[in-house]
């Protein structure tokens, strides 16, 4: 499978990671538009679409577009919403805020190592997406070194080592409640040793606070900065999209810390409301660029706007029966 590239494969375990989805909320869209374009119809959009996660005020936006185009035939409105939907999640990814995704033709690459900072609370599954992240690049034929950046947590240093063991990738560590931006430092410093090609940063996803928590990324990225002569080339916020509505509020605190420049949005193949990404494309302007479609180290595709809408509203002959 293609990481940063379209494929069928990809496409195929989007879809099958949005099967919950589509059975519980989605599913009812062609139930819904089998009827006549009414004020229930309408209503029931929007409920569809709250219910989902895509949020009030993102649901709100989309149907008033919708029905600004006064469609007069429920497949009509289904085209529209398909299209709606689409360009809210095309729009950001469109205008890359890193150096590494998405970047259009003739864009160069950085100078290696490419440095990834990955951020996310606890339990969201980042140290498992950088795993699979790296094991992703490996198969492009990249070499993968990690800093186990988490030093808050032994666990979270320990699964990170246990994940480098399992995919043969170099973890450098320090001891739990050592200093992140010295491990940070060290794996880049490793990288330019051994010639990797891409450094992966895990970091804490809590501390004693709010504020201690983005002090220290904030310091993290300082470090990275004075030793590349540049900042993060991506900063990867990992999302649990089981989370709902609360991924917002953690979107938000990141995005305003750290800078985010992408989303990977976890766990998509065990939640009933994947329409989180459409309030975190609309609200945040944040790219969503993976997602996790399974629980093995190959469970990831890259996200592609019309496939995962396709993939939540079905093929329109089913929609319309």
């Not at 869209?29 to 569809?48: F, K, R």
């Not at 890193?98 to 190592?113: K, N, S, T």
């Not at 320990?158 to 931006?181: H, M, N, T, Y």
């Amino acid at each position: 499978m293609r990481l940063f590239g379209r494929s069928k494969e990809s496409d195929a375990a989007t879809d099958r990671a949005l099967e919950r989805t589509r059975r519980s909320f989605f599913g009812r869209l062609g139930e819904i538009l089998a009827g006549d374009v009414d004020d229930e119809l309408w209503e029931s959009l929007e409920e569809v679409l709250i219910g989902a996660d895509a949020g009030v005020r993102t649901s709100a936006a989309v149907l008033e577009r919708v029905r600004a185009h006064n469609p007069h035939r429920s497949s009509d409105v289904r085209a529209l919403l398909r299209a709606e939907l689409t360009a809210i999640l095309a729009a950001p990814l469109a205008q890359p805020r890193g150096r590494l995704w998405g970047l259009p033709e003739g864009v160069g690459a950085p100078a290696p190592p490419a440095v990834v900072l990955v951020v996310g609370v606890n339990g969201s599954g980042k140290t498992t997406g950088i795993a699979r992240l790296a094991y992703a690049y490996q198969q492009e034929g990249k070499r993968v070194i990690a800093a186990a950046g988490d030093t808050f947590r032994a666990a979270a240093i320990e699964q990170l080592q246990e994940w480098g063991r399992r995919l043969d990738f170099p973890v450098i560590a320090s001891r739990q409640g050592g200093d992140p931006a010295a491990v940070a430092f060290d794996t880049i410093e490793a990288a330019r040793a051994r010639g990797a090609d891409v450094v992966l940063v895990d970091t804490a996803g809590r501390l004693q606070n709010k504020q201690n928590l983005m002090d220290e990324l904030a310091k993290v990225r300082r470090v990275i900065e004075r030793h590349l002569d540049r900042g993060p080339d991506e900063v990867l916020l990992v999302l649990d999209a089981t989370t709902g509505q609360n991924g917002l509020s953690q979107a938000r605190a990141f995005a305003e810390s750290v800078e985010v420049t992408g989303v990977m949005l976890t766990k998509l193949d065990g939640t009933a409301k994947g329409g989180i990404v459409f309030a975190i494309a609309s609200e945040f302007g944040l790219p969503v660029r993976f997602v996790g479609t399974g629980q093995e180290p190959g469970d990831l595709a890259p996200f592609d706007a019309e496939a995962f809408v396709d993939g939540l509203l079905g093929e329109p002959a089913a929609a319309d029966a």
